[in-house]
């Protein structure tokens, strides 16, 4: 099977599965907490509703207010789409790389931070703020965990170290495990869940994302909903790729190859989603002040990762 | 042979960065209970190191030292703190010392510096040796870190402990360490347990708080 056609399984995978993800770690958690929460197809039906629905736009608001949802939409699509998921052998790899990745959700976070301003409400103003000090604080200690990658294999192009840990060339690393660490803390951040914002909340007044999109309706709603779904799976491929890649896919394996991928991203997305879960309602969210103290201990996890590095190859 | 060796040798180093960053999650911590759960985990983790060493060293005796971690360390003090702070009714105490990412640099900083100590200090002994001699360092230094940066007798003791904890670690990554001075290690660190526990007290029945400043400027009764 070629590349393109594998690139095009990918970029509508990562759309059609998103929802199921959110549904799952929203059914787990009502479980947990004694409900009996919402089928985990749920999800599906909230966006179809929303694309039905007429989207209602404020007086005051501009073009760049009707633009977000789908520059933010696109950017975090094309993010997820050039992870390697089930299979290495893709068509834009050679195009994805640790620090574009990086960029891609700076733009989305930037144009979804942009339409909080732009209808010129409180609650959207607030939530832009602190989105910005949230990527203040974790976009360095992503680009530590890259560089620690990178250092250890050599590159920042996810299907190559993919392809790296998969020959061996790294075993139980500490250097590895302080950047697994490091990685959870930064997507705990990305993705707005507890302990940094409570993604069930929709009228708080500690609330980041829910705040930024409190003015959108309709289509643009279900635009930016699905765009925080996606960037949720897109974070757990990216965390099963980098640090647990075993099964994956690689070019000239067949079409078995392709299905023991499929089966283990799968199962790697379900363990993710599912401890996601179990953690979020395990822990309370944090003061916004403390956001700080977790996100540079993110940073310092990274940076210790480098460090510790240093001391493997001295040794 | 190879291949199962390198596998033990990155097992160990990865217990012995758990215990490492327990070490920072003592430094995070604020609250006094949150600080005694790390601590047990620090003590489990040093548990398993010394089991692990056991079974890589083929030294049996370090099987009771990972007991005697387990039993004392990770079970019999974080309980007996736990019993003190709410006998003592401070245990919503929030810590207010130096700020906690000033600690966390000063932490990192400690840690490379550990490194750069003993990669060159030990350059003839045994892999294995030199990054679990670093490792343990940095636990010791951050024991230390945090005896000096709070303010609260309890968390200063969980420190001394935390320096213990990193000491250990780095007897049993040596070859060759004596059982008998494990076991008295760590009825020496039991003793001082009991002792600090009765020095809360009296600290307490003088100052009516456990906040050590009070005693820095404490110059004696002036009658």
């Excluded at chain 1, 694309?51 to 005051?60: D, G, N, T």
């Excluded at chain 1, 994302?209 to 960037?231: D, N, P």
């Excluded at chain 2, 030199?130 to 303010?151: P, Q, Y």
């Excluded at chain 2, 402990?161 to 049993?172: F, P, S």
Aim: aromatic share 8%.
């Amino acid at each position: 099977m070629n590349a393109a056609v594998l690139q095009l399984v990918q970029i509508v995978l990562v759309v059609a599965l998103a929802p199921l993800v959110t549904g799952w770690v929203r059914l787990v958690k009502s479980r947990l907490n004694g409900r009996r929460g919402a089928s985990p197809f749920q999800p599906y039906r909230d966006i179809y509703r929303l694309l039905q629905k007429e989207a209602i736009v404020a007086h005051s608001a501009s073009w760049v207010f009707r633009a977000a949802p789908y520059v933010t939409f696109a950017a975090v699509w094309l993010a997820a789409s050039v992870i390697p998921t089930f299979s290495t052998d893709l068509a834009l790899a050679p195009a994805a790389d640790l620090i574009a990745l990086v960029a891609l959700l700076a733009i989305a976070r930037f144009w979804t931070a942009l339409a909080g301003m732009d209808v010129g409400t409180a609650f959207g103003g607030i939530g832009a703020s602190r989105e910005m000090l949230i990527a203040s604080l974790a976009e360095p200690a992503m680009l530590m965990v890259s560089f620690s990658l990178s250092l250890i294999a050599g590159t920042t192009a996810p299907v190559k170290i993919v392809g790296f840990v998969l020959s061996g060339g790294v075993g139980l690393d500490v250097s590895m495990g302080l950047a697994l660490a490091a990685m959870v803390m930064v997507s705990i951040a990305e993705n707005g869940r507890i302990p940094i914002d409570n993604p069930a909340t929709h009228l708080e007044l500690t609330m980041v994302h829910e705040a930024m999109v409190l003015e959108y309706s309709g289509r643009h709603l279900a635009m930016m909903e699905g765009a925080a779904m996606v960037r949720l799976t897109l974070f757990m491929a990216l965390i099963g790729c980098l640090f647990a890649p075993w099964g994956m896919a690689q070019a000239g394996g067949g079409v078995d190859g392709i299905l023991v991928g499929m089966g283990a991203f799968l199962a790697r997305t379900f363990v993710l989603a599912t401890a996601l879960a179990v953690f979020e309602t395990a822990i309370a969210k944090m003061r916004v002040f403390r956001y700080a103290d977790f996100l540079g201990g993110a940073l310092l996890l990274g940076l210790l990762a480098t460090i510790f590095l240093y001391v493997s190859e001295a040794v | 042979m190879e291949q199962h060796q390198a596998l033990s040798y990155d097992v160990a180093h990865l217990i012995g960065a758990t215990v490492l960053m327990a070490g920072f999650g003592l430094l995070y911590q604020r609250r006094l209970f949150a600080v005694l759960n790390t601590f047990a985990f620090q003590a489990l983790a040093l548990a398993a190191a010394a089991a692990w060493q056991a079974r890589i060293q083929d030294a049996p005796h370090l099987y009771a030292t990972a007991a005697i971690a387990l039993v004392f360390k990770a079970l019999a003090v974080p309980f007996a703190l736990h019993w003190l702070v709410e006998k003592l009714g401070i245990h919503r105490t929030v810590e207010t010392a130096l700020s906690i990412g000033w600690t966390m640099i000063v932490g990192v900083a400690l840690v490379a510096l550990s490194i750069l100590l003993v990669l060159p200090v030990t350059a003839g002994a045994a892999a294995l040796t030199r990054e679990s001699l670093a490792l343990a360092m940095s636990v010791v230094l951050l024991g230390l870190l945090m005896m000096i940066t709070r303010h609260n007798a309890v968390t200063q003791v969980v420190g001394f402990m935390a320096l213990e904890n990193g000491l250990l670690l780095a007897a049993v990554s040596a070859k060759g360490m004596p059982l008998v001075v494990e076991i008295s290690i760590a009825f020496s660190v039991l003793v001082a347990m009991t002792l600090f526990g009765i020095f809360f007290f009296r600290i307490r029945e003088r100052f009516d708080t456990l906040d050590l400043h009070y005693l820095e400027t404490y110059r004696g009764d002036r009658h």
